[in-house]
Every structure is written in C-alpha cells, then in structure tokens.
C-alpha cells in the first residue's frame, strides 16, 4: 500500500513570494491533516480536512495561509506571502475516518525563506 | 485544553544500555497516547500508541510504553539501544475539541547512541 505522498520535497523561495505544497493521502482516507514543523518543535496542526471539508483551521494563519482538498483526495497548502518566521517542514497526514486510529505521515516539505 | 511536556530534549545513551524518554500530558478526558519516531529528513512513524485496555504497550523496534493515571505519564522504555534508534522522538496526546481528532505534540526528544 503506498505511504502519504508529498512534493516538493525541498524549496528555497525569498520572503515576501509565494509557495505551493501538495499532498495525495493513503487510498481511502477520510481525513487529512497539514502540520508545521518549525526547527526544535514538536508538529503543529494547521488544518484538517475531513473529505473534502475543513473541520478545523483554528490555528492556520488566514491572511497568508490557504488550503483546499478539492474532490476530497488530494490538497495543496499555499502560502502567500511568505515571512520568515515561516521556514519549517510541512507535513501531510492522513487517517483513515479522523478518529483515535493511527495518523499516517508523509516525508514532508522543508521550506526555507531567505 | 491537552498538552504534552517531553522532559530533555536531548538524551544520550551508550549502545546496549537502558532508554528511558519521558513524556508527560495534561487531559481533561481519558487520553489516547502516541509516541512517534522521526529519523533526518523523514516524516514521523508510529512507535506505539495507548487507547484503551493494557496499561502496557509493546511496539515496533522493541520499545515500550506504560500509561500512568495517576501520574498524568506515558514514558518511552528500550531495554538496551542499538545505533539505529537514533532520531527524534514525540510523545503526543489525542484532542477531541470540537468532535474531530487531532493531535498535539510534545517538543520532542533527540536520542543519541554512542558506541
């Protein structure tokens, strides 16, 4: 069964540009979760998707910040414009019904903003 | 609201002797408990995790966990470490706020093994 698929896998932009991450789930995922990872942290959850709904965005920075599961399968995290502060991996998850099961992870996006 | 502490966010063992990653966490309900593995430039993968039933929980790579109720912990045991359980580990509780499942992290724990 193939693993959380995620491209690019790195990308150097400079502030104030724009970026575009992607992420297919495991076949047959409900839910989808995009994480921030900033150097030293633990994950942080942007936003969950179940199918193709947004069930939380609470901590998603809405005036630089959007994401989209058109279809409910794949998303794509976009940022625009992007500050510093945002350099960090981006990690896509899927579980299968966004209950207490196992959440599956991707290999991430390391962004880096000069 | 759930949190995670992870206490040292460096631990260092020699080869063959005893990893112990501590984890505590903050639940206003009965938690589900996860530990994750991150080696360099990977996502995160599952070690073990807790929900309901044995306290102790056997995972993948020989490690171990055992939920403590009554002291709010879920640490992270090998009986002896072998160079490749060098990475990055996390301890991370369920949160249901708002009827959907997501999870929130400790800041981790990086584990060297020297020979």
């Known amino acids: 069964e193939a693993g959380v698929a995620q491209s690019p896998r790195y990308k150097i932009i400079e502030k104030r540009q724009s970026v575009a991450f992607w992420c297919n789930p495991i076949s047959g995922h409900a839910t989808l979760y995009w994480y921030q990872q900033i150097l030293g942290q633990g994950p942080k959850l942007l936003i969950q998707?179940?199918?193709?709904?947004?069930?939380?965005d609470s901590q998603l920075p809405k005036d630089r910040f959007s994401a989209e599961r058109l279809k409910g399968v794949d998303s794509t995290l976009k940022i625009q414009p992007a500050k510093l502060e945002d350099s960090a991996v981006y990690l896509c998850?899927?579980?299968?019904?966004?209950?207490?099961?196992?959440?599956?992870f991707g290999p991430g996006t390391r962004l880096l903003v000069l | 609201a759930q949190s995670v502490t992870q206490l040292g966010s460096h631990v260092s063992v020699s080869e063959g002797a005893l990893v112990l990653l501590r984890c505590n966490y903050s639940s206003s309900v009965p938690p589900y408990l996860f530990w994750y593995v991150q080696y360099p430039n990977q996502g995160l993968q599952l070690l073990l995790k807790y929900t309901t039933g044995a306290t102790l929980v056997k995972g993948i790579n020989g490690f171990e966990a055992e939920f403590k109720k009554s002291e709010t912990s879920f640490h992270l045991t090998k009986p002896s470490a072998h160079m490749s359980d060098a990475a990055e580990y996390f301890c991370?509780?369920?949160?249901?706020?708002?009827?959907?499942?997501?999870?929130?992290f400790g800041a981790g724990t990086r584990l060297a093994v020297h020979p």
């Open positions: 998850a899927s579980t299968l019904a966004g209950g207490g099961e196992t959440q599956y």
């Open positions: 998707f179940q199918n193709n709904g947004v069930v939380d």
């Open positions: 991370a509780v369920s949160d249901w706020t708002g009827g959907y499942n997501k999870l929130i």
